[in-house]
């Protein structure tokens, strides 16, 4: 077996036994990254099929010893998961046993200052997941300042987004993440002792926008509905409210959980049938998981199990 992964993955106790993986399942883990979730189900028995967009996830996983195996019980894609349908009919997988996904930015991109995802130490403005197309720098120093305010607002829930981006266009060109940081710290007015730094959400906002994931995040779900058989499960762990809403909301509508808009109305029998049943209650880390991996503490887990009703598109 290929060494263990250098990054803890959040809330593995509880997305394994949400998943409940047995020999011989075929699972999907949506966002490979370092692995760690992916490792827990080889190690249960399964197949596992890992989808990233991050060409350094996928070369650092082909190294695995899974991936030689004949046939191999680790198969690789370098693709976003919002494409699992189609990769899934392309390896001759129709349906499987259960999907993971753990959204937004691995710790291991955020611990590397050359990829641009933090502040924390200083490196080109970049933020790309699957390392091409626009980068951070390419949108923050054409976009105009509204455009660049609507970011802030919608992906970063800054409330002070107009100021922000005003301060953003004055300072133009920026390069790196530390400009950028210091940009948004003066115009917020950072002082040393405030628990969160300001430049938090305009960070949060413009990774999410250059890398389009919460558009991403709603084409896995409705991907997952199609791909998971009666009794798969469904388990995401996300890490921000926007994220949570999305996810919060897809599993209720899906279970028909949204159909009556009055308590006094009873709900409605017409309308396709509930495709996902068992829903779980937000699951946050313990104390002692925080106290082992600060990262984890804004994570929370949610978790659903397919029924056997047709998939909503095609219903």
Same mark, same amino acid.
């Given at each position: 077996?290929?060494?263990p992964?250098?990054?803890?993955?959040?809330?593995?106790?509880?997305?394994?036994e949400?998943?409940?993986?047995? @020999?011989?399942?075929?699972m999907?883990?949506?966002?490979?990254?370092?692995?760690?979730?992916t490792?827990?189900?080889l190690e249960a028995?399964?197949?596992?099929h890992?989808?990233?967009?991050d @060409?350094?996830? &996928?070369?650092?996983?082909s190294k695995?010893?899974?991936?030689?195996?004949?046939?191999?019980?680790?198969?690789?894609?370098?693709?976003a998961?919002?494409?699992?349908?189609?990769?899934?009919?392309?390896?001759?997988?129709?349906q499987?046993?259960? &999907?993971?996904m753990?959204?937004?930015?691995?710790?291991? #991109?955020l611990d #590397?200052?050359?990829?641009g995802f933090?502040?924390?130490a200083?490196?080109?403005?970049?933020?790309?997941?699957? #390392?091409?197309?626009?980068?951070?720098a390419d949108?923050?120093?054409t976009?105009? =300042?509204?455009?660049i305010?609507?970011v802030?607002y919608?992906f970063?829930? /800054?409330?002070?987004?107009?100021?922000?981006?005003?301060?953003?266009?004055?300072?133009?060109p920026?390069e790196?993440?530390? =400009?950028?940081a210091r940009?948004v710290?003066?115009?917020l007015?950072?002082k040393?002792h405030?628990?969160?730094?300001?430049?938090?959400r305009?960070?949060q906002?413009?990774?999410?926008?250059?890398?389009g994931?919460?558009?991403?995040? =709603?084409?896995?779900?409705?991907a997952?509905?199609s791909?998971l058989?009666?009794?798969g499960?469904?388990?995401?762990?996300?890490?921000?409210s926007? =994220?949570?809403?999305i996810?919060?909301r897809?599993l209720?509508d899906a279970?028909?959980?949204?159909?009556?808009t009055?308590?006094?109305?009873?709900v409605?029998?017409?309308? @396709? #049938?509930?495709?996902?049943? /068992?829903?779980?209650?937000a699951i946050r880390?313990?104390?002692?998981?925080?106290?082992?991996?600060?990262?984890?503490?804004?994570?929370t887990?949610?978790?659903?199990?397919?029924?056997?009703? @047709?998939a909503?598109?095609?219903?």
């Amino acid at each position: 077996m290929s060494a263990p992964a250098p990054h803890i993955p959040v809330l593995l106790d509880e997305v394994i036994e949400a998943l409940a993986p047995q @020999p011989g399942n075929v699972m999907i883990d949506a966002t490979f990254g370092a692995g760690g979730y992916t490792r827990a189900l080889l190690e249960a028995g399964a197949v596992v099929h890992a989808f990233d967009r991050d @060409p350094d996830a &996928i070369a650092a996983g082909s190294k695995w010893d899974e991936t030689r195996e004949n046939p191999p019980r680790l198969v690789l894609h370098h693709r976003a998961f919002s494409d699992m349908l189609d990769a899934m009919a392309e390896a001759g997988v129709a349906q499987v046993d259960g &999907i993971t996904m753990d959204i937004g930015v691995s710790s291991m #991109q955020l611990d #590397q200052a050359e990829r641009g995802f933090a502040f924390s130490a200083d490196g080109p403005l970049d933020m790309r997941m699957a #390392q091409d197309g626009e980068s951070a720098a390419d949108f923050l120093n054409t976009a105009d =300042e509204a455009s660049i305010a609507d970011v802030l607002y919608h992906f970063g829930e /800054e409330r002070q987004s107009r100021r922000v981006a005003r301060a953003i266009v004055a300072a133009r060109p920026l390069e790196t993440t530390g =400009e950028l940081a210091r940009v948004v710290r003066r115009a917020l007015g950072h002082k040393p002792h405030d628990k969160k730094d300001p430049a938090t959400r305009t960070f949060q906002a413009v990774r999410i926008h250059v890398n389009g994931e919460l558009d991403e995040l =709603e084409a896995g779900l409705k991907a997952s509905e199609s791909l998971l058989k009666s009794g798969g499960r469904l388990a995401v762990v996300s890490f921000h409210s926007l =994220e949570d809403r999305i996810v919060k909301r897809f599993l209720k509508d899906a279970a028909g959980k949204a159909r009556s808009t009055s308590r006094h109305l009873p709900v409605a029998d017409s309308g @396709p #049938q509930p495709v996902f049943a /068992e829903l779980s209650k937000a699951i946050r880390p313990s104390e002692a998981e925080i106290a082992r991996n600060p990262r984890s503490r804004s994570s929370t887990l949610r978790a659903a199990t397919r029924t056997d009703a @047709p998939a909503r598109a095609a219903a």
